[in-house]
């Protein structure tokens, strides 16, 4: 879902309009739901985390900026 979410974000940089922002917008709330795991750009943690934070820069949800750094910064070991 981050590739397709990423897929979106790019398009919209180079033909914005509503309906590009919404299918941006629907990928991001499908990540949302997703715990991406691993290290892949494509279907991993790090790649979730970017797509949510350049969702973020588009939208300006914080929703997507809070998930986007959970993503990208590990939990502390105890």
Do not use: F, I, Q, T
């Amino acid at each position: 879902e981050a590739g397709l979410l990423l897929s979106a974000l790019a398009l919209h940089a180079v033909l914005p309009g509503e309906r590009v922002r919404d299918a941006a917008r629907a990928s991001g709330e499908r990540l949302m739901a997703m715990e991406p795991a691993g290290p892949g750009l494509g279907y991993g943690a790090p790649g979730a985390a970017l797509a949510l934070a350049r969702l973020h820069g588009l939208l300006g949800d914080p929703r997507h900026a809070a998930r986007a750094k959970a993503l990208a910064v590990p939990p502390e070991d105890p």
